[in-house]
């Protein structure tokens, strides 16, 4: 059976930084695409980065040059380094696994919240 547990969130004043942890079981973790998603309140959910299993990543736009994603694929734990944290950041964060056939893997969620 698949898990992702997530970890790490909290609130935070703006500037401030979090790292968020998934930690995966039950699955084939190298050879998947793992990914960080957020949603906000009455907002569809969005990626916010994502590491395949090759190595390369991808950010959103919006989070370029503050957020790093990393992984330990011994580990099984992927992890989201938030830097300069906006009021915008706020939203509910969930780990994603996605293997190429098509199937995903979702994480209960961790919520982050940005604010003075």
């Known amino acids: 059976q698949v898990q992702l547990v997530e970890s790490g969130g909290g609130l935070v004043q703006p500037g401030g930084s979090l790292r968020l942890s998934c930690a995966a079981s039950g699955m084939f973790f190298s050879i998947a695409s793992m990914a960080w998603y957020r949603q906000a309140p009455g907002k569809q959910r969005e990626l916010v980065a994502a590491s395949a299993s090759g190595g390369s990543t991808n950010y959103a736009d919006s989070v370029k040059g503050r957020f790093t994603i990393s992984r330990d694929n011994a580990k099984k734990m992927v992890y989201l380094q938030m830097n300069s944290l906006k009021p915008d950041d706020t939203a509910v964060y969930y780990c994603?696994?996605?293997?190429?056939?098509?199937?995903?893997?979702w994480g209960q969620g961790t919520q982050v919240t940005v604010s003075s």
């Open positions: 994603n696994a996605h293997y190429v056939h098509g199937t995903d893997y």
